[in-house]
């Protein structure tokens, strides 16, 4: 056994069975055999408990409930759907049955030298359920149970509790987050409802133990790289607002609000930004802290192991940030999330219990068809964000804080209206979205960059924008439309649902003298030397066709408008003469225009056009 170890392999006796763990595809043929010879006297020898070093992702739960004295911050409850079987003497069987599949729930923690230890119970444990008296209703049943007290230091980590709610008897699963996170839970719930079904229950799950060594030993190697990549995060997490003051009084209260957020919208980096975004609004600025659980599984082989590998990782949500940056933080942080929180703590210099925000991204729901799981009811911080990956693709998103109903309704207004809203940029007549680049880190909601190279030619500015209106899988909220995209905007709004805003920078209604003079004139008079350079490039890149720009100064030239839309901004460049052009008053009843002194080609690029796009799309009134 001793020279096993020497080579990173390991054996421990647990349930009749001898687990071996580590590198154990070195074991040659002669020792698997010698193992299979001595089973009987190792299984004989064994103790009763196996004691083995507390992963260390798990130290802050150990350390928060011995910081806090709080017993009751760390449990999960799985309310069943339906009510308590006729003999409940089968949920003492189920209990028991979970106990023999799942050892690790019969486990606690010991701290008795310089390291907290795991002691697990190398022998199938005895199992007696619970009753918890009699509750109002489901609601007040499953609050006593998420606050009800547990240490880490005690053993037994999932209860059957039964109760009388309203007269009838319910029951449900209580798991300590120690030994469980969302996709262990997905796991032990389904096998709980197969098994009151039809009996049939899992062989013992021992994947824990391996998936646990490896996931310590991943960490071994590579703990001075994490180290340094989380002190190169200290200047970032420096600069955070003190957001304590500005808010209201934290209250006992939660309060929660949910939606469906659709496929393809984008899921943690849109809503955060979304969030921010709303927090600005409500007086509170960026940079400010949250924090975000993050699964350490892989789904090699560790998938459906018992237990919790969960690590808790620092963001920073600012209002100030493109969507971009943002995503590109949050993926460095993710990956460098395997160093213990703690020592993430003290690396960037961040305070954790600081966070206003929690940030919880789930794949697919936790919880089958037959448990109800509630987690609004509890809210670790004075905000936290939930998405849950739903099955026909999207997210459900919830937002919960215990900031008061007031404060709260209005965050989540202003959140799900940033969330909800689609923009559309329609390019000039070149066609490409690169016209757009200077604005795009300014756009907090998903956008849709129209291209015109790839799109049909259609024979009129009104056809062409029928096709896009065809088309929309979801339509706008709001348009942008550089030049001609104006143009096809004005058109767009007369086709489309729901009245988007139109915002028009520097379009203008066609001259007669455009009509008379030919497409590819206009293309050599309206075009600088060093533009028409760029497009030969990029046709030669296959990006743009010079043959559609032509067709578009053609439906421009030719274009009547017709009808009129209610309201629309216009950015204005100046003219020739220094004074702004006099158009779209019969086409738009209420025109809002701001004047700006940029050029026509450089004004998708002027600083202030772009604060004030911004401000119009983010609600912020006319300069």
Same mark, same amino acid.
């Given at each position: 056994?001793?020279?096993?170890?020497?080579?990173d392999?390991?054996c421990?006796?647990l349930?009749?069975?001898?687990v071996? %763990?580590?590198?154990? $595809?070195?074991? #040659?043929?002669q020792?698997?055999?010698?193992l299979?010879?001595q089973?009987?006297?190792?299984?004989?020898?064994?103790?009763?408990e196996?004691?083995?070093?507390?992963?260390?992702?798990?130290n802050a739960?150990v350390l928060?409930?011995?910081?806090?004295?709080d017993?009751?911050?760390?449990?999960?409850?799985f309310?069943?759907v339906?009510?308590a079987?006729?003999?409940?003497?089968?949920?003492?069987?189920?209990?028991?049955?979970?106990y023999?599949?799942?050892?690790?729930?019969?486990?606690?923690?010991?701290w008795?030298?310089? $390291?907290?230890?795991?002691?697990?119970?190398?022998?199938? =444990? =005895?199992?007696?359920?619970?009753?918890?008296?009699?509750?109002a209703?489901?609601?007040?049943?499953?609050?006593?149970?998420?606050?009800?007290?547990?240490s880490?230091?005690?053993?037994?980590?999932?209860?059957?509790?039964t109760?009388?709610c =309203?007269?009838?008897?319910?029951w449900?699963?209580w798991?300590?987050?120690?030994?469980?996170d969302?996709?262990?839970?997905?796991?032990?719930?389904?096998?709980?409802?197969?098994?009151?079904?039809?009996?049939?229950?899992?062989?013992?799950?021992?994947?824990?133990i391996?998936?646990?060594?490896?996931?310590?030993r991943t960490?071994a190697? $590579?703990?001075?790289?994490?180290?340094? %990549?989380?002190?190169?995060?200290?200047a970032?997490?420096?600069?955070? *607002?003190?957001?304590?003051?500005?808010?209201?009084?934290?209250?006992?209260?939660?309060?929660?609000? #949910?939606?469906?957020?659709?496929?393809?919208?984008g899921?943690? *980096?849109?809503?955060a930004?979304a969030?921010?975004?709303?927090?600005? $609004?409500?007086g509170?600025?960026g940079?400010?802290?949250a924090?975000?659980?993050? *699964?350490?599984?892989?789904?090699?082989?560790?998938?459906?192991?018992?237990?919790?590998?969960?690590n808790?990782?620092p963001?920073v949500?600012?209002?100030?940030?493109?969507?971009?940056?943002?995503?590109?933080?949050?993926r460095?942080?993710?990956?460098?999330?395997?160093?213990?929180q703690?020592?993430?703590?003290?690396?960037?210099?961040?305070?954790?219990?600081r966070a206003?925000?929690?940030?919880n991204?789930?794949d697919r729901?936790?919880t089958?068809?037959?448990f109800?799981?509630?987690?609004?009811?509890r809210?670790r911080?004075?905000?936290?964000?939930t998405?849950?990956?739903?099955?026909?693709? &999207?997210?459900?998103?919830?937002? #919960?804080?215990?900031?008061?109903?007031?404060?709260?309704?209005?965050? &989540?207004?202003?959140?799900?209206?940033?969330?909800?809203?689609?923009?559309?940029?329609?390019?000039?007549?070149?066609?490409?979205?690169?016209? %757009?680049?200077?604005l795009?880190?300014?756009?907090p909601?998903?956008t849709?960059?129209?291209?015109?190279?790839?799109?049909?030619?259609? &024979?009129?500015? =009104?056809?062409?924008?029928?096709?896009?209106?065809?088309?929309?899988?979801?339509?706008?909220?709001?348009?942008?439309?550089?030049?001609?995209?104006?143009a096809?905007? %004005?058109e767009l709004?007369?086709?489309?649902?729901?009245?988007?805003?139109l915002?028009?920078?520097?379009?203008?209604?066609p001259?007669?003298?455009?009509?008379?003079t030919?497409?590819?004139?206009?293309?050599?008079?309206?075009?600088?030397?060093?533009?028409?350079?760029?497009?030969?490039?990029m046709?030669?890149?296959?990006?743009?066709?010079?043959?559609?720009?032509?067709?578009?100064?053609?439906?421009?030239?030719?274009?009547?408008?017709?009808?009129?839309?209610?309201?629309?901004?216009?950015?204005?460049?100046r003219?020739?003469?220094g004074?702004?052009?006099?158009?779209?008053?019969?086409?738009v009843?209420?025109?809002?225009?701001f004047?700006?002194?940029?050029a026509?080609?450089?004004?998708?690029?002027?600083?202030?056009?772009i604060?004030?796009?911004s401000?119009?799309?983010?609600?912020g009134?006319?300069?």
């Open positions: 056994m001793n020279d096993l170890s020497k080579r392999i390991y421990q006796p349930h009749g069975r001898l071996v %763990f580590g590198q154990w $595809q070195r074991l #040659t043929v020792e698997r055999a010698a299979a010879q089973k009987a006297a190792l299984l004989a020898q064994a103790d009763n196996w004691r083995t070093p507390l992963p260390a992702w798990l739960i928060g409930e011995m910081m806090s004295g017993l009751t911050q760390y449990g999960l409850f309310l069943a339906g009510g079987p006729e003999d409940e003497q089968r949920l003492t069987q189920l209990g028991a049955a979970l023999r599949a799942f050892p690790l729930l019969a486990s606690n923690v010991a008795d030298g310089e $390291q907290p230890e795991w002691c697990v119970s190398t022998r199938p =444990a =005895a199992y007696l359920p619970e009753e918890a008296g009699e509750y209703d489901d609601e007040a049943f499953i609050q006593a149970q998420l606050v009800r007290p547990h880490v230091f005690q053993r037994g980590m999932l209860r059957i509790v109760a009388r =309203a007269g009838e008897r319910r449900g699963i798991l300590h987050h120690l030994v469980a969302a996709d262990f839970i997905r796991v032990l719930l389904s096998l709980a409802q197969r098994w009151l079904q039809d009996g049939e229950m899992t062989a013992p799950d021992f994947s824990f391996q998936l646990q060594w490896r996931l310590g960490l190697l $590579q703990h001075s790289r994490l180290q340094r %990549f989380w002190r190169g995060q200290a970032l997490f420096a600069a955070l *607002t003190p957001w304590e003051e500005t808010l209201p009084a934290v209250t006992p209260t939660t309060t929660g609000q #949910t939606f469906d957020l659709p496929a393809g919208r899921g943690a *980096t849109l809503v930004q969030l921010a975004q709303a927090l600005r $609004q409500q509170i600025g940079p400010l802290l924090v975000a659980p993050v *699964t350490l599984r892989r789904g090699d082989g560790g998938a459906a192991a018992s237990g919790c590998y969960i808790l990782i963001l949500l600012d209002a100030g940030c493109s969507a971009a940056e943002f995503e590109s933080r949050r460095s942080w993710l990956e460098h999330a395997l160093l213990p703690e020592e993430i703590a003290e690396a960037a210099g961040v305070n954790y219990r206003l925000v929690m940030l991204i789930i729901p936790a089958p068809p037959a109800r799981h509630s987690p609004e009811q809210s911080k004075p905000i936290t964000l998405l849950t990956g739903i099955e026909q693709g &999207g997210w459900r998103v919830a937002l #919960t804080t215990r900031l008061g109903e007031a404060f709260s309704q209005a965050l &989540g207004g202003r959140a799900t209206a940033g969330i909800g809203r689609m923009i559309w940029l329609l390019p000039d007549f070149i066609g490409h979205p690169g016209c %757009f680049r200077a795009l880190p300014h756009l909601a998903a849709r960059s129209i291209d015109y190279h790839r799109l049909p030619l259609c &024979g009129s500015l =009104a056809a062409l924008a029928q096709h896009l209106a065809d088309n929309a899988a979801e339509p706008p909220s709001i348009i942008v439309g550089y030049s001609f995209g104006g096809l905007g %004005f709004l007369q086709r489309l649902p729901g009245a988007p805003r915002i028009m920078v520097d379009s203008h209604l001259r007669a003298e455009f009509r008379r030919p497409a590819e004139q206009q293309f050599t008079r309206w075009l600088t030397t060093e533009t028409r350079d760029w497009i030969a490039l046709e030669q890149l296959g990006e743009i066709r010079q043959a559609v720009i032509l067709h578009n100064i053609a439906l421009f030239s030719d274009w009547r408008p017709q009808g009129r839309i209610v309201q629309a901004d216009w950015i204005c460049c003219g020739e003469n004074a702004p052009a006099g158009d779209w008053r019969e086409q009843r209420e025109l809002r225009r004047d700006s002194d940029a026509h080609h450089t004004v998708m690029t002027d600083r202030d056009v604060v004030h796009i401000q119009l799309i983010n609600g009134a006319m300069s």
